[in-house]
């Protein structure tokens, strides 16, 4: 079985830039997540989708971040403008109910940097 | 809200050696999930062991184990012959149990940092 697949694994990118991270989920998971990890902390929720509908975004800065997941299956992040605190990997993660729980399968994350 | 707390932010083991890795959690609730989360230099997150709330038997996945303390709020991680692999960041996270909603994501702690002297 295929992994969470995420693109690119690394950016550098001038603040005031866009940049777009690409995330293709485990095939048959409904739940897609985007996580942003900062150096030396846990990763943090930023957007929540249930098949292609939002189910959370309330810690997703939404005046410059945006998130779709227009069929259902894999998703686009996107920063516009980029500034320096957006520095950060960013994890994408699946899952699936299975015998009534499910478990958060993550892809190996996309490595900002913003200088 | 939840919060999850690692107040230990390095540890170091010996290879072949027994580690425990502390953490501790706040909630409200009194049905929940607790995980164990490693995360090698790769960056690829992966599943090291859940435990149910509801379960008062400690979960175990060959060498690692839990010692889930509900009412003290624990959840510590023991890693017994410990492996030169085993080098990694683990993150404590805590996840309520409505799995179908908002309340689904993980709230991690700031992880650990353990490394394995050969």
């Known amino acids: 079985e295929a992994g969470v697949a995420q693109s690119p694994r690394y950016k550098i990118i001038e603040k005031r830039q866009s940049v777009a991270f690409w995330c293709n989920p485990i095939?048959?998971?409904?739940?897609l997540y985007w996580y942003q990890q900062i150096l030396g902390q846990g990763p943090k929720l930023l957007i929540q989708?249930?098949?292609?509908?939002?189910?959370?975004d309330s810690q997703l800065p939404k005046d410059r971040f945006s998130a779709e997941r227009l069929k259902g299956v894999d998703s686009t992040l996107k920063i516009q403008p980029a500034k320096l605190e957006d520095s950060a990997v960013y994890l994408c993660?699946?899952?699936?109910?299975?015998?009534?729980?499910?478990?958060?399968?993550f892809g190996p994350g996309t490595r900002l940097t913003v200088l | 809200a939840q919060t999850v707390t690692q107040s230990q932010p390095e540890m170091s083991v010996q290879e072949a050696e027994t580690v425990t890795l502390s953490c501790t959690y706040d909630?409200?609730?009194?049905?929940?999930?607790l995980f164990w989360y490693k995360q090698p230099p790769s960056r690829q997150m992966i599943l090291v062991i859940r435990?149910?709330?509801?379960?008062?038997q400690n979960a175990t996945e060959n060498r690692f184990s839990v010692n889930f303390q509900k009412a003290a709020k624990s959840f510590s991680l023991k890693i017994s012959d410990s492996q030169l692999g085993d080098a990694a960041m683990y993150f404590c996270?805590?996840?309520?149990?409505?799995?179908?909603?908002?309340?689904?994501?993980?709230?991690f702690g700031k992880g650990i940092t353990l490394s394995v002297r050969p």
């Open positions: 993660a699946s899952s699936v109910i299975t015998w009534g729980t499910d478990t958060q399968y």
């Open positions: 095939s048959g998971h409904a739940t």
């Open positions: 989708f249930q098949n292609n509908g939002v189910v959370d």
């Open positions: 909630t409200s609730e009194s049905d929940y999930y």
């Open positions: 435990q149910e709330a509801y379960k008062q």
């Open positions: 996270a805590y996840r309520s149990p409505d799995y179908t909603g908002a309340n689904s994501k993980l709230t």
